[in-house]
Nanobody, 127 residues
């Protein structure tokens, strides 16, 4: 089992940057592929980005491709989401999630595949 805690959210202006962090504790961090999802008010939780356990493989939603970068530091048990050129439509609660690498070969965009979730961090982008 792994526990996940997100941080780094907050209010920003359109065009600004933020870096979210997700610190993991418990089972070996490198046992997990990691993902970032977000949920805006009144909307379904949606996939944002994912990274393989080794860091050698990243995946992005079309809406964030070229603006967001997911990375991880297995020595620090942390996954990051660097968000640049933020837009008002990026406003949401951002969640990190983990799935065992023995369960899926590559991390998926499907939230149902992920077994562990953090509590979320709010990102608010004003125009």
């Amino acid at each position: 089992q792994v526990q996940l805690v997100e941080s780094g959210g907050g209010p920003v202006q359109a065009g600004d940057s933020l870096r979210l962090s997700c610190a993991a504790s418990g089972r070996t961090f490198s046992s997990y592929h990691m993902g970032w999802f977000r949920q805006a008010p009144g909307k379904e939780r949606e996939f944002v980005a994912a990274i393989r356990w080794s860091g050698g493989g990243t995946f992005y939603a079309d809406s964030v491709k070229g603006r967001f970068t997911i990375s991880r530091d297995n020595a620090k048990n942390t996954v990051y989401l660097q968000m640049n050129s933020l837009k008002p439509e990026d406003t949401a609660v951002y969640y990190c999630a983990a799935v065992l690498r023995t369960k899926v070969v590559v991390p998926t965009t499907q939230k149902s595949q992920y077994d562990y979730w953090g509590q979320g961090t709010q990102v608010t982008v004003s125009s």
